[in-house]
Structure formats: C-alpha cells, structure tokens
C-alpha cells in the first residue's frame, strides 16, 4: 500500500501557515502484534533474537522537503514497504514546519505497516518435551483487531538447531566461549485453521535439543506472513546446548504459568549424558 501523511499548518489566531518550508523524515521499527488477549500465550512474529538481523530495526527510511500550499497543507507520500524485514513495523513520521519569522513547529504520527493481511499465533502445548515423544501446537489467525478469521491454509516446519560451542582465548589469556548454529529442517506439514480462526498441529522430535517451529501463510495479496516458537526437547543422549559466559545455570519451564497444585516440568540443558 502507499501511506500519505497530510500536514496542515495554522497559526494560533486560526490563520493559514501558506509557502513555509515543510521538512520530514520517516523512521521505522519493530511492531509486535498485542492485540490478542485471548487464552494461551501465542507468539504472533517470526523474531530469532540469535539469528543476524535482516534488515534490522529502525533507521530513517526516508526523508524529504517542500512548502505548504495556499491552504497551508502538505502531503507526504511514501510505499508501505518492508523490505528484508520479517515482520510488522512501525512507521513515525514527523513534519516540522518553519514559517516567515522562522517559528519553527512539528509533530509525529505514527502508521502501522502489517506483514499481512492477518497474523498467525503459534503456541506449544508444552515447552519441554522427550525426544521420540509427540510435542503439539495450537495456531490461530486473526485478522488486525484480533478477530478470528477463518479457514486459513498453513505451512508448517520443524527446525532443529543445533549449537556449536568453541572456547577462545583473548589477548590477555582470559577464556571464553562462542557460539554459532545452524537450523536443519527434520519434518514439514500443513494445517489449516476451522470457522473459529483455530487450528493444530504436531510432530515426534527424532533428538534431544532445540526446535524452531515456523508456521506460515500467503494472504491474498501474495504477502508472506509467519509465526515461531520453540520447545526444548530431553534425551539420553549427548546435546549441544548453547555455552553462555556466565556461571548460571539455564531453566526451562515447560509452561508460561501454572495454577495452584500443578506440578511444572524443569528442562535443564546440560550437555551430560544419562540421568545423574
């Protein structure tokens, strides 16, 4: 889409602000969908916190200048485009206006660009999992405001990521860690969502780890729209997890919240094997 921003500018005593230079500048960043509130904590964007940033978030997206017609308006044009960016931003556009006696007045408003036409949710049934044991998910689509809507067609792909973890030395011989991973598809599968916007789906984990669940779909403007989540998953067997440079011992809950008298299953992702 194309978004127009229209500035109009007016003195206090209520006259019209005609031929002032106009100067604007569009910023973008990150939008997060938070308009569910709904049951379930559903993850609604396709965020990878370890992955290189593509395109990144923020920066100025364009900028320009003009003056203002007799009326004292001005219309800024720009495309609603997102780029490399994976998810929904925000666009702040801001206008300042300077008049003859070099009085110089702005303001922002701010426009929403959606990745889609709808957003999906994804949500495991459990966050902790045993490997060669099934793990299940629940998806819903909704469009802006929320509302379920209906009958979508989704893809689904299972990732398993695997850590690699090297200890360096620096100039002054302290030691550390580093860390690098790559994603390995291990099972792919379709859902759909019924007349609620509400829809399942599931897969066995082959190994002990960490898996990235994408979920995806094409609205009918052609735009991709996707969702992820992850779940860690035991094993007998040896796993490489992610090495941190700290003393801490990691925690993984297999659920966001408990109710009194549940019991709630802690993952601890150490690297040993068998049960100590």
């Keep these: 889409d194309t978004v127009e921003v229209d500035v109009q500018a007016s003195y206090f005593f209520g006259g019209l602000v005609s031929g002032a230079k106009v100067n604007w500048t569009a910023v ?16 609604w964007n396709d965020a990878d916190y370890f992955a290189p940033q593509r395109g ?11 003056v203002t017609d007799a009326q004292g308006n001005f219309k800024i044009t720009l495309p609603a485009k997102l780029d490399e960016k994976t998810g929904s931003q925000k666009f702040s556009i801001e206008a300042a206006v300077t008049d003859l006696s070099d009085q110089q007045v702005s303001n922002r408003v701010d426009v929403i660009v959606h ?6 949710g994804i949500a495991p049934t ?9 793990m299940s998910f629940d ?12 009958n979508q067609a989704l893809n689904v792909v299972y990732y ?15 030691v550390f860690w580093t860390s690098a991973f790559s994603d390995t598809a291990v099972f792919t599968t379709t859902a759909n969502t019924n007349d609620k916007g509400e829809g399942t789906t599931s897969f066995t984990p082959p190994a002990g780890g960490e898996y990235r669940v994408v979920a995806s779909g094409i609205d009918d403007k052609g735009n991709a729209i996707r969702a992820s989540s992850y779940v860690w998953v035991s094993s007998q067997e040896y796993v490489s997890w992610r090495q941190d440079n700290n003393d ?3 925690l993984v809950a297999d659920k966001k919240a408990y109710n009194p008298g549940e019991t709630a299953k802690i993952l601890i992702p150490s690297p040993y094997q068998g049960i100590v």
């Design 28 to 43: 973008a960043q990150n939008y997060f969908f938070d308009r569910y509130d709904g049951p379930g904590y559903f993850s």
């Design 56 to 66: 990144g978030s923020g920066g100025v997206l364009a900028s320009g200048e003009g």
């Design 115 to 120: 990745q889609g036409r709808y957003y999906i």
């Design 126 to 134: 459990d966050y902790v999992g045993t490997a060669n044991k099934p």
């Design 139 to 150: 998806l819903r689509t909704v469009d802006w405001q929320a509302a379920p809507l209906a």
């Design 160 to 174: 398993q990521r695997t850590w690699y973890n090297v200890q360096q030395k620096d100039d002054y011989g302290n």
């Design 248 to 250: 801490r011992i990691s």
